[in-house]
């Protein structure tokens, strides 16, 4: 089986990994496939008729699919096309021959190589454990459009570019990497630009000569975040991983990342750039393949009809217990194992299944009234292997000690983790190919009533729940009654609800913060002490906020100790002041105040001077090119001027700080600490102002 | 129609036809309220083709003088342009007799995004708008649109419009202006009422005294005095 698919002269390579490299084998009668359905007046004998004759058609024809998991097989037109390229042309010229939704098409966004071993039945999976080589060229250097110098598998080769490329050239012969781990995809056409500058013509980096270019960069929007997705470039017969540009490769490791290709049959160069979404989406499409259900190219379907009173219900979110604000002492946190996948499974949410007609009037959803039907849907049956598989792996984990063993199974353990977190959320996603609304909310509502009743049986057994959120509760005894012990009440609750309750963890104490300008409490942010380790748990609080400085980060952290060692307010503040201390004096390493932001639109878009568009100013007069989606990384020099002096960039090396600016963040990180205290900004510069009249009074009187 | 009390504010009655509402968008809950209105005057039930979250229920829920109310809103939210567009081809099996009123806000909004190339986007407002054209001619019922903007992009719905209405915000609070309609500006102020939200709710209040007194007696209704 191949495990790297290449479009090259119309042709397609397929290269199946031998024991010394890798050879391909050349397919030039692909053609891939698209399907077409017809609505409302239109004709699929006219349409058969128009494209039987179009130059990109190579064959249509009428065939029995189903254009959707909820309906039975009805005629179809597939159409064969001569080329990748003619599958979005001709897609966009047929929806354009018709009233819109007349005509509906299929099977059209696939990516390149997922596509080709979708509708050839192939599975990508490597046949022999495969070499990677890791290469960088520094931005500076790509930057200078000079190659100098790079890193082959962590050594250092330097000198004119001639030689590097020389260098590297022998490099990448003697070894015959399968996999290319590039520190940016830009390396790719820095080193052929090179290779051509110095008439280095024999130079390749592929197993073939040329590379391609298959997406140029682009910035998107997703979940109301702007993302920078860098260009993406191709050499024949090795896979190529761009180390900025891969979740799975980052998130989990090579193991974790052949674990996925097996699951979603996407290519391994293909999986290390896809996004959850792109995996859980392609794992859907060959559960449709296999029930001979077409893909469709748009979302034309559309939810049912509901009351204002049924949306009312079901626009309530995700589940949370008001957090009791406040200091907690010995408290314990209990988490159901993935709830969502899990709710999916056991109650049968799916799609297709879900207000189905054969079971209309069955209140199935608690609050909602829908019903679900009783056959099984096919989204179960995706995602059941993926929990238990994982269920495994956690068990071995548990049992064995064999270092390699261990590593494989976390990363593919982990790989998962990430497509069950996601599974839900994607349900709700309005550009998911298989998400339906009702399914979203159809699971928050079960979600609501499992942890309802969770917290009633907890109370019936003698604890007192102090937070719950999603798929955790946080407990303590309540004083004077009797407990029964969580190691039985986890049980119990596993039994009734079918889902399995975990102790997951012993704080000594655990502190829920409030909202900044309320005496409500916020949802994620809490801080506290693991028992009987030396570990802190820090949610949604400054210093675990990627904009953080590190100055800020360290000392919240340890006012938070100090806090465990006195459980007293002033304890925290004169920690607090010692800090306040160091920053005044001026001394500070300026690296340790650096600001990490992330540009969120193009620089001429922001209409408000902040510190931000100071920084991307800088960046810009610096030639530095930042765009939305990237870091920017200053230093606040002056927080009370408007222009690009207000910031100083991290690489800039100034050494002055705004003292001020770093007093304020300060007091802030302080505020998080001692707020679950009652104590509030105002509360610590006033005990601050005191400290200081007292010394001023003492230095007065002595 | 008349039970109401006689010094109760107006609302603009909406006929058969399209109506286009103009509403300054500081103007939260106008169309909520209108909607509201209608079908507590009238009995069937309102269908409501949703874009871009304004069935938000906070709204309707805040304004309505009776949770019962909001059972005889139907409402499918569109997520995508292609939902948007479907949710209208099967409007006319989803109207039935028994409806009283359809409303699409933000009619355009889906019509604008870069999901589509720019002749798909022309395309499929045109072909919405000959929808609800159709809708219209088929069925005798009041058909409620607000629109993102006022361009050319637009300029095939506002061809299907046959009265237009304005929301615009007075110092006093929000008053609707049509072509044969002026509504004054409700004298139930007072410097007691702070936002627009708060404003609908007593205006429907007053205007439909039963059914708020039915579900909420301890508020007291301004026209009861």
């Known amino acids: 089986m191949p495990f790297k698919i290449d479009y090259r002269d119309g042709d397609v390579l ?242 974790g990342c052949i674990d996925l290709v097996e699951r979603s049959g996407k290519p391994l160069q293909e999986l290390a750039w896809a996004s959850i979404g792109t995996i859980l989406t392609a794992m859907q499409i060959r559960e449709a393949r296999r029930r001979n259900v077409l893909v469709p190219w748009h979302s034309w379907r559309h939810e049912q009809l509901k009351t204002m009173r049924q949306l009312h219900e079901a626009d309530r979110g995700g589940f949370t217990f008001a957090p009791d604000v406040g200091l907690h002492e010995d408290v314990h946190e209990l988490d159901f194992s993935s709830l969502y996948p899990n709710i999916i499974v056991s109650r049968n949410v799916s799609p297709e299944k879900i207000r189905c007609e054969c079971h209309a009037g069955r209140e199935d959803v608690p609050g909602l009234g829908y019903c679900i039907c009783d056959e099984r849907g096919y989204l179960p049956d995706v995602l059941e292997p993926l929990i238990t598989d994982r269920e495994t792996m956690k068990t071995e984990l548990r049992e064995t000690d064999d270092a390699e063993r261990i590593v494989e199974l976390e990363g593919r353990s ?156 002033k304890a925290v503040c004169e920690q607090l002041k010692r800090w306040l201390q160091r920053l005044q004096a001026g001394t500070l390493d300026v690296s340790e105040l650096v600001i990490t932001n992330r540009v969120s639109k193009p620089l001429d878009e922001y209409t408000r001077t902040t510190r931000n568009v100071a920084a991307l100013e800088r960046a810009e007069t610096r030639g530095l090119c930042r765009n939305p989606g990237q870091n920017v990384d200053y230093v606040v020099v002056d927080d009370s001027k408007q222009t690009a002096d207000r910031v100083a960039l991290a690489t800039e090396g100034v050494e002055e700080y705004d003292i001020e600016f770093y007093r304020k963040q300060l007091i802030r990180a302080a505020e998080s600490v001692l707020s679950p205290l009652g104590w509030r900004e105002a509360d610590i510069t006033q005990y601050l102002a005191d400290y200081k009249d007292i010394s001023l009074q003492t230095f007065g009187e002595g | 129609m008349s039970h109401r009390p006689s010094n109760s504010p107006e609302l603009p009655t909406l006929d058969a036809g399209v109506t286009l509402l103009e509403a300054d968008q500081r103007a939260t809950g106008a169309l909520q309220s209108l909607v509201l209105d209608h079908i507590l005057l009238e009995n069937g039930p309102a269908v409501w083709v949703d874009a871009k979250g304004h069935g938000t229920t906070q709204t309707l829920a805040q304004v309505a003088p009776s949770m019962r109310t909001l059972d005889r809103v139907h409402i499918a939210r569109a997520f995508t342009p292609w939902q ?31 999901d589509l190339r720019r002749g798909e986007r022309k395309r499929m407002l045109e072909a919405g708008a000959r929808l609800i054209g159709t809708l219209a001619a088929d069925y005798e019922i009041p058909i409620l649109v607000t629109q993102c903007r006022t361009d050319v992009l637009t300029a095939p719905l506002r061809a299907k419009v046959d009265a237009v209405v304005a929301c615009e915000l007075t110092k006093f609070g929000p008053r609707f202006v049509g072509d044969e309609f002026e509504s004054l500006v409700y004298p139930i102020g007072d410097g007691l009422v702070q936002t627009t939200i708060a404003f609908w709710q007593r205006v429907l209040e007053t205007r439909h005294p039963a059914i708020a007194a039915a579900t909420k007696p301890e508020v007291s209704t301004v026209g009861s005095h």
Not at chain 1, 148 to 156: G, M
Not at chain 1, 190 to 214: H, N, T, V
Request: one cysteine or more; charged letters at 25%.
């Open chain 2, 84 to 114: 948007h567009q479907s949710l209208l081809r099967d409007l006319t099996e989803t109207v039935d007799e028994q409806t009283s009123l359809v409303v699409l806000p933000s009619f355009d909004a889906f019509y604008r995004t870069d």
């Open chain 1, 14 to 255: 397929e290269w199946t990994l031998t024991d010394d490299g890798a050879e391909y084998v050349r397919n030039s009668s692909y053609t891939p496939t698209l399907y077409v359905s017809v609505h409302g007046r239109a004709d699929l004998v006219d349409l058969y008729g128009t494209l039987r004759d179009h130059p990109d058609v190579v064959h249509a024809r009428t065939v029995e699919k189903r254009i959707g998991f909820r309906y039975d097989s009805e005629s179809v037109l597939r159409v064969d096309v001569t080329s990748l390229d003619a599958v979005t042309t001709l897609a966009h010229e047929i929806s354009g021959w018709a009233k819109p939704g007349d005509y509906r098409l299929y099977n059209v966004d696939f990516s390149r190589e997922f596509r080709y071993c979708l509708e050839r039945d192939l599975s990508p999976i490597p046949e022999r454990e495969l070499s990677v080589m890791e290469l960088a060229v520094d931005e500076s250097v790509l930057a200078a459009d000079c190659l100098t110098k790079l890193l082959v598998d962590e050594e250092r080769l330097s000198g004119d570019p001639e030689a590097v490329l020389a260098k590297l050239s022998q490099r990448v012969t003697d070894t015959d990497p399968d996999v290319l781990m590039l520190n940016t995809s830009e390396v790719v056409p820095a080193l052929y630009q090179a290779a051509e500058s110095c008439d280095f013509d024999e130079f390749q980096l592929g197993r073939l000569p040329e590379w391609q270019q298959l997406a140029g960069e682009s910035t998107y929007a997703s979940y109301g975040r702007v993302g920078h997705s860098p260009a993406r470039f191709n050499v024949p017969g090795r896979a190529i991983v761009d180390r900025s540009n891969t979740f799975f490769w980052s998130q989990s490791n090579l193991d």
């Open chain 1, 414 to 569: 982990s790989a998962i983790k990430w497509i069950l977190v996601s599974c839900f959320g994607y349900q709700g996603f309005s550009n998911a190919k298989f998400g339906r609304i009702e399914c979203h909310e159809a699971i928050n509502a079960f979600a609501r009533e499992i942890l309802l009743d969770t917290k009633e049986t907890l109370e019936a057994n003698g604890w007192r729940v102090v937070h719950g959120i999603v798929d955790s509760v946080w407990v303590t005894a309540v004083e004077g009654e009797e407990q029964t012990p969580l190691a039985e009440i986890t049980e119990i609750v596993t039994a009734d609800v079918g889902i399995r309750l975990e102790y997951e963890a012993h704080y000594d104490w655990i502190a829920f913060v409030p909202l900044r300008n309320s005496e409500a409490g916020a949802l994620t942010k809490y801080f506290g002490k693991v028992a009987a380790e030396d570990d802190y748990k820090y949610r949604g609080i400054e210093c675990r906020q990627r904009s953080t400085p590190q100055f800020i980060a360290t000392a919240q952290k340890d006012m938070i100790e100090a806090l465990d060692e006195h459980r007293d307010v």
